[in-house]
């Protein structure tokens, strides 16, 4: 390929005067081979079939948007696409067309969660639309919220500022609780918190994969008995292989009685909180200390969107401020940047604060429940004396075949991811309780019944 040097015509920034047509037609192109694809998604499956790309690094000279363009191409045409109705197999929904937006307006803006005065109407925008979340759970006014990129971040804020809260956070005995079904984020937080893998204790599950009460006691009365000081219990709403609901209301009970910070983990399930569902499970979420709810798992807000909610903000400012010695605080305006790990953060809120407005109450149901739906709708059909099912109230399912000693399913599933993926449908193999296991995740809007019922005819 030429390397030529950059077209002096094409601004390397946007005008602060005269007019930006050059961005424009950039955008404008950028949409259209963004439009084309989604729309070639029905033909090109979930997956590329070859993934043609390599890597091309930045040489001496700059190149044309030209050149650019087919490299932009070429990364777009091998990428995954959320879009295609196969699509399957994670927590990776389509893009909220209004979410796509959100994250233009926030690149545009280049704006900083850092600091308020780098990010004047946007702090205030996260801060009402947190405090906004945290009023739809029942937290009271001293509550609030910061927004992170992703869910293992948010979890790692609630787990530093429950330490710190607890005053353990110098105690190589504080240890933390979470179900054995919990994410592994969980380990990470034990990793970056400079605590031994021992220091994460995890309570078994009953059948349904919930926490386990009667082993969460003994667990208690254990790590009492050994010295070990407890700064937090996490209760998950939404199991990443299952979509299970630890029992939250039995949990925030053993929770108050012994002064143990409530963490929710509600990066799958958390959402559905803030709506008038009725799904078994989902209530006494305001008992909770601190909750991540991810709108990028399931109603399509663009990667990444994820909040952490705090019953008391103060919590979360006496962690982690630090003064912020470089930055003018005039007007007593917080610093969003003070509230959490992160320092410099994008505009994330845009695109979620867009989202909500776009869809309404009404539209935000309808994007949860149709998720249920389906995930009903795979559950009723797959024959229950032939398959293992592992599933809950949410819109994941998992299993394998019944009766299949482990060599047998894990080859099992191996095919059958291969034949469904053969037929663009992309379901994941998760490894749950020592096997792999098929797993779908039905949050995909534009799946419909005939494509769950293709999916089924595969299986057989
Ligand atoms: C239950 C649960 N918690 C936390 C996470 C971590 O979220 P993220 O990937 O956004 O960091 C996941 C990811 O799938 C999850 O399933």
């Not at 009492?224 to 000081?229: H, L, P, V, W």
């Not at 109603?299 to 903000?313: A, D, Q």
């Not at 979620?352 to 539209?363: A, Y």
């Amino acid at each position: 390929m030429t390397i030529e040097p950059i077209n002096k015509k094409e601004k390397l920034f946007p005008t602060y005067s005269g007019n930006n047509d050059s961005l424009l037609t950039l955008l404008n192109k950028t949409s259209e081979i963004l439009c084309k694809w989604f729309s070639e998604a029905d033909n090109l499956g979930p997956l590329p079939v070859d993934i043609n790309f390599e890597c091309s690094l930045p040489d001496e000279f700059g190149i044309s948007s030209d050149i650019l363009f087919s490299e932009i191409e070429n990364l777009i045409y091998s990428s995954f696409n959320p879009v295609h109705p196969g699509s399957l197999a994670h927590l990776d929904p389509p893009p909220l067309v209004i979410s796509i937006l959100g994250d233009l307006i926030a690149a545009g803006l280049n704006n900083n969660l850092l600091a308020h005065e780098l990010s004047p109407s946007i702090s205030l925008l996260e801060e009402g639309i947190c405090k906004w979340f945290s009023k739809k759970i029942g937290f009271k006014d001293s509550a609030g919220g910061i927004a992170a990129s992703g869910g293992t971040l948010s979890n790692l804020n609630a787990l530093v500022a429950a330490r710190n809260y607890s005053g353990l956070a110098s105690d190589p005995n504080a240890v933390f609780l979470t179900s054995e079904d919990a994410h592994s984020s969980f380990i990470k937080c034990t990793q970056i918190m400079g605590l031994e893998k021992n220091n994460l204790i995890k309570v078994k599950t009953d059948n349904n994969g919930c926490m386990d009460m009667i082993d969460l006691k003994k667990t208690i009365e254990k790590c009492t008995s050994e010295g070990k000081r407890i700064f937090s219990i996490v209760a998950t709403v939404g199991t990443t292989v299952r979509g299970a609901i630890d029992p939250i209301k039995n949990i925030s009970e053993i929770c108050k009685e012994r002064n143990i910070w409530l963490h929710i983990d509600g990066s799958i399930g958390g959402i559905f909180a803030i709506t008038k569902l009725q799904i078994k499970g989902i209530n006494n979420f305001n008992s909770a200390n601190s909750l991540t709810i991810n709108p990028q798992k399931i109603l399509g807000i663009t990667k990444t969107s994820s909040i952490l909610l705090m019953s008391n903000m103060e919590v979360l400012k006496n962690t982690f401020a630090t003064g912020l010695p470089y930055v003018s605080s005039e007007n007593n305006y917080l610093n969003r940047g003070e509230l959490g790990i992160q320092g410099s953060r994008p505009a994330e809120i845009i695109k979620l604060w867009l989202g909500l407005r776009f869809l309404g109450m009404k539209g935000i149901e309808d994007v949860l429940s149709s998720s249920i739906e389906r995930r009903e709708f795979l559950e009723n059909n797959l024959n229950s004396e032939k398959y293992e099912i592992c599933s809950g109230p949410l819109h994941l399912i998992s299993f394998i075949p019944k009766g299949m000693k482990k060599h047998e399913s894990d080859k099992w599933t191996l095919n059958k991811r291969n034949t469904l993926l053969n037929n663009n449908i992309m379901v994941s193999r998760p490894i749950f309780k020592n096997r792999y296991y098929l797993r779908a995740v039905l949050g995909n809007y534009n799946t419909s019944k005939l494509h769950i019922k293709e999916l089924l005819k595969l299986l057989d």
